[in-house]
């Protein structure tokens, strides 16, 4: 029986890997870095990856036409909450107690659904930054990379570290109720065993908490998770809803600053000074998630100070709650109404929907753009990003390491489901 099943995980993987490689035709093909674009090109992939742009197609390659259509990377949300989908009914959109009432195990599932339907609408890198349950997110990015499931690339941070209570207002009665949604570390051991505890457990960035609490962390304590999460690759995110905090951050160094409320213009020249991320979760005016007009011109006007101070900025949603007749994706594309209301020019949207999503995922130089050597990602419209954003909004075609998921408009991820980890069980 073992042997079978070896040889059987042998065939699979020596037939993925002699795989025809496919030569897609793009009649535009987007550069987002320099907001340029080239007519007629040819893209030829092989065994996931771009070999090359240009030239003559294989002889035995498989063809897709999408001469009618603009070809660009995939699309990256900084910000987001794949494991949790409050609701109106029955938690009337309490996330507290979606986290008592939904388990890890059903939580992962919604991670998968929601993950499938951010690639359906072009999102092919999600950066999640918890409120996961037991790394449900984990879990997740596990199940995709090991080949079980489509899904997008996802940079997860495992459970949020904060101070005691975590994020919760006001704090259950019954308190261990906090675990497992937030992790606690109130002092410099703890900080270090917190971090430690996300990273065997599959996180590939630290969230913490800076001031959710009076208490929040001082600089010396942002810093000591900031060299001890180097110590494994990986960057902080900082959830920061006061000035004080965010001043206490950017001092800090901190990788990103996650949610916008409390940033304003001094704090913006700092961050451009030192090179902070500002993923800005901007929710755009909506009935449902955002009707009070005044804090949506406030998300506005902090953007456009932003962008006129030259921060790094990251399209992020913190989209984590289900809106009646929209999958996760559609909720997310529709914060692009936030970065037009802003007057950021398209090619700039798009830039920061690509590029500085690669970067703030730190994933630039090993995923994004398409450039041989790279893994396969990219999408198609039929309109041109680069002129009307909201091309973005209909996307027909998708590739995710060089595997068609979607195809004129319909999903088709067959090659996706496999009954075994076809890249590895060592994948964790
Ligand atoms: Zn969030």
């Not at 938690?91 to 195990?105: F, G, K, P, Q």
């Given at each position: ?32 870095e ?15 990856r771009i ?22 990377p ?51 890198v ?27 690339t ?79 690759g ?121 590029i500085?999503g690669y970067q703030v995922c730190d994933l630039y130089d090993r995923r994004g753009p398409i450039k041989p050597g790279l893994p396969?990602d ?51």
């Open positions: 029986m073992r042997k079978c099943g070896r040889l059987l995980s042998f065939l699979s993987l020596a037939s993925a890997l002699s795989a025809q490689p496919i030569a897609v035709r793009a009649g535009r093909l987007i550069d987002p320099t907001g340029t674009s080239a007519a007629n090109q040819l893209i030829v992939v092989e065994n996931g070999l090359r742009i240009g030239g003559a197609a294989p002889a035995n390659a498989e063809t897709i036409d999408l001469s009618g259509m603009s070809v660009l995939g699309l990256v949300d900084a910000h987001n909450h794949l494991a949790l989908t409050y609701k109106r009914d029955p938690e009337n959109n309490s996330y507290y107690l979606t986290s008592v009432m939904d388990s890890t195990a059903i939580r992962a599932i919604q991670a998968v659904s929601n993950g499938i339907t951010m690639m359906s609408s072009g999102f092919t999600v950066r999640d930054l918890g409120n996961n349950a037991n790394y449900a997110d984990s879990a997740m990015r596990i199940a995709v990379e090991q080949g079980w499931v489509p899904g997008p996802v940079i997860n941070s495992g459970i949020i570290i904060g101070g005691m209570g975590g994020q919760f207002t006001p704090v259950p009665e019954r308190f261990s109720l906090v675990y497992p949604e937030y992790l606690d570390a109130d002092t410099p051991e703890e900080i270090v065993k917190a971090v430690r505890k996300n990273v065997l457990f599959g996180a590939k960035v630290i969230k913490i908490m800076v001031d959710a609490k009076p208490y929040g962390y001082t600089v010396d304590e942002m810093k000591l998770f900031i060299t001890e999460a180097a110590k494994s990986m960057k902080v995110a900082g959830h920061v809803q006061t000035r004080a905090g965010a001043a206490r951050a950017i001092e800090a160094g901190i990788w990103s600053i996650e949610h916008s409320t409390a940033l304003d213009d001094a704090a913006h020249k700092l961050m451009a000074q030192k090179g902070i991320w500002r993923v800005g979760t901007e929710t755009p005016l909506s009935d449902y998630y955002q009707p009070n007009a005044e804090r949506f011109t406030r998300t506005v006007d902090g953007l456009k100070n932003a962008y006129a101070n030259h921060v790094k900025l990251a399209f992020s949603t913190d989209a984590d709650y289900y809106i009646p007749g929209m999958t996760r994706g559609q909720v997310v594309i529709d914060f692009l109404k936030t970065w037009k209301a802003a007057g950021i020019p398209a090619p700039e949207i798009l830039k920061i929907m690509t500085n396969a990219l999408i198609a419209v039929p309109g041109n990003p680069l002129t009307d954003i909201d091309a973005l909004r209909d996307v027909r075609f998708v590739m995710k390491d060089g595997m068609v998921f979607k195809r004129d408009g319909v999903m088709t991820p067959e090659k996706f489901f496999h009954s075994g980890p076809v890249n590895g069980w060592r994948i964790h």
